[in-house]
């Protein structure tokens, strides 16, 4: 097993299981492009953190930009994919940013602050997809747009963990509750519900709108793509029904459910194929 398939596989459950039903050529690339961003992610998550660490990691990254492979197959297969790919570097420095800032901020007061943390902490890595896909940049709003929906539906539910980390990304300038900590929703349980569905409701709307984004993909593509945007849904309906299960446990599908809708998302492409034949 490679180190980016051992990161990508415990850093993300859903994606990683969904991005199985990609050929084989564009799963290595897949992971190679999660490995890093996972590598980087985990130094700012660890507990505690690893400033320094990431420090080193950025530093290896630039350093190697120049030509020079650095040795960590992580970073030189990441900057091998992005050379062929056509990765935009502005994208990387993005992507770091966000990261950086894990380092120092731990509120986003407004939705304008958690949608700059978002833009490099998730639109990119739709960019990053799109491009690995080959697709057209007409694409790439709607590819920016299932990055920022899928890492909504992570703040929402990850609240409790990220409350460990003493980090609120959702806005919280949007709610009457002094934090999103369980003693504080459940003195106000009502109003902790109408925030959490009013959150789940602009994921709703980023959702639909990434979804237009189908059209521009082969269908050997939308099968995972779909799959993943699907199972992110059914995270966001269970947790609809009862905001406070995000303080009981963490909300994800099971590998079986997964693999289930990406069967029942192939069947339908090749019906509506065969329809309009």
């Not at 490679?2 to 564009?26: A, D, H, I, M, W």
């Not at 747009?145 to 919280?172: C, H, K, S, T």
């Not at 369980?182 to 409701?201: G, K, S, T, V, Y």
Request: overall charge neutral; aromatic content about 12%.
């Amino acid at each position: 097993m490679t180190e980016q398939t051992r990161l990508f596989r415990s850093g993300s459950k859903t994606y990683f299981n969904s991005t199985r039903f990609f050929p084989p050529e564009v799963r290595r690339d897949v992971f190679v492009l999660y490995g890093f961003v996972r590598k980087a992610d985990n130094f700012v998550d660890a507990v505690p953190q690893q400033p320094v660490e990431f420090a080193a990691f950025c530093n290896a990254y630039h350093r190697a930009l120049d030509g020079a492979p650095c040795g960590d197959p992580v970073i030189d297969d990441f900057i091998e994919l992005g050379q062929r790919a056509r990765f935009d570097r502005a994208w990387t420095e993005a992507f770091l940013a966000s990261m950086e800032m894990d380092l120092t901020k731990t509120v986003h007061a407004t939705l304008e602050e958690s949608l700059h943390y978002i833009y490099g902490s998730a639109e990119v890595i739709g960019l990053f997809m799109a491009r690995i896909m080959d697709l057209e940049e007409i694409s790439f709003p709607s590819a920016r747009m299932l990055g920022r929906a899928m890492q909504y539906i992570n703040f929402i539910r990850d609240i409790d963990e990220d409350n460990g980390f003493g980090r609120v990304y959702l806005p919280i300038s949007e709610t009457t509750l002094a934090s999103l900590t369980p003693e504080a929703a459940h003195a106000n349980p009502e109003e902790f519900r109408r925030f959490i569905h009013a959150q789940l409701d602009r994921y709703d709307g980023w959702q639909r709108e990434a979804a237009e984004g189908y059209r521009f993909m082969p269908k050997r593509f939308r099968i995972p793509v779909k799959t993943a945007m699907d199972m992110y849904h059914w995270t966001g309906t269970v947790i609809r029904r009862d905001p406070f299960v995000v303080f009981r446990r963490k909300v994800k599908p099971r590998r079986a459910r997964i693999f289930a809708q990406a069967a029942c998302n192939a069947l339908t492409i090749r019906q509506r194929e065969t329809v309009h034949a």
